[in-house]
């Protein structure tokens, strides 16, 4: 009889437990069903607000390019511009009359300022990627060029990056005057507007008449000089085959070597007078303007970051989490190993907007929204993302802990309602060895052949 009420007792806990099985195992499936919804939701919260970034920055991006297109056309169009830009044109044919050549000593001093100056500046800025012939680049130089090289850098007494410092040269000659009355100005406008330089250039030779900042190109003939082939040269020729209604001619960003072989981009525009193209007014583009735009992080958390890519596949702005290993300079310095390939890059250089989950460049899985914008007649990727990390922290430091918690109380109440219920149910078990028999609503017992039914019999 006892082992019957032990079997007895056993199949009613299993009954029990199987009882509350059934209970608690939907309420397991809610809160992860639950848990997985809320961690969409928060997915598709990043995933607004990084699109919402990436077209802030595209429209800021955007704005700036066709600023930067207004103020060429208005400088290029300025009376005062076209009157410098003759003065400089009337200047070339008077030195190329009175002094189209340097003497023995000058021209050493000449090849002396690149050999000690600027020689070993572009072999440590090109990490040494750049060998330099300073004699074979004199000699490449026309008689013009080398005078007005020698005159503003060879005996110009400031150092390389602040050359735009002199403002006449030393000694008698037709060039100083002229400059030193028009290059305040220009500097000023230059430093207002954040150009790197400005340049003034001969539409019949190709001449570089002036430049603000006097690096290497100044005085250079864009047509048969060193530099022909050059960005700045591309930029001159493409100025000179619009019309003033046409806009302007834009060179995206490529190692330019007066510039000691960092990267920059040129615009440019004619200068008309008289419905004849006289020269061509070309500005360097910033890329610290650039950098600025897209290193503003609202939006983006503590790793996120927004990035512009050209055509190339290579940074035109600077990583904002390590703007030393990855930069625009870095990346022209080293095409091969610092093209981004990302999902986000491809399909943005193929027009495209949208996000996805992809790799970035420091080999974590990003939450990237990409899309793609026109400057001039070349095609950038521009993209903003955030560690998936980092997206999901919210989830997991706040939402997913309270909807565990919830679980966890739950789970705790319903194990305690059992536990009381087996003990009670077990406790009545031992006094009564049985429970007492099921009654009709007559008050007889409910039995078959006479037998009084056990409920617990076929537990």
Known sequence: MKQLSRIHRRRL????????????????????????????????????????VRQNKKYTIE?????????????????????????????EKELLQNRSSLSSTEQRRLEEFYEKEFAPELVRQSEGQVSFDAGAWVQELDGVSQVLQYLFLASNPHEMGTKYVQLSAEGDNIYSPFHGSIHPRLVEYQQRFGFFDIYL?????????????????????????????????????????RNEAEGIAFVDFESYLPALHEPISFVAAPIVRGGQKVAVAIFQVPLD?????????????LKGESYLVGEDRLRRSDSVRDPVRHSVSRAFLHPSTEALQAESVTRALKGESGTVITQNPYGEEVLSAFSWLRIAQHDWAIISEQPLTNVLDPLDDDQLARWVALGLWVLTCICAVEFFVLRGVAFLVSRRGSLPPLRSPSGDPLSESGTTIDPTARL
């Open 13 to 52: 806990r299993f009954g029990l437990y199987l009882i509350s099985f059934v209970v608690s195992a939907p309420l397991l499936v809610f809160l992860f069903v639950s848990a997985g919804q809320v961690r969409q939701m928060v997915l598709d919260a990043a995933t607004r607000s990084l699109s919402s």
């Open 201 to 241: 250039v001969a539409a019949e030779t190709g001449r570089v008449m002036y430049s603000v900042f006097k690096e290497v190109d100044f005085g250079t003939s864009l047509k048969s000089g060193p530099l022909s082939e050059s960005g700045l040269a591309r930029a001159f020729r493409g100025a000179l085959a």
């Open 63 to 91: 704005r700036y390019f066709a600023r930067i297109q207004k103020q060429l056309l208005e400088f290029a169009g300025a009376p005062r511009t076209k009157d410098a830009a003759e003065r400089f044109v009337e200047l």
């Open 289 to 301: 303007t650039l950098n600025l735009v897209m290193a503003e992080s609202s939006g983006l958390g």
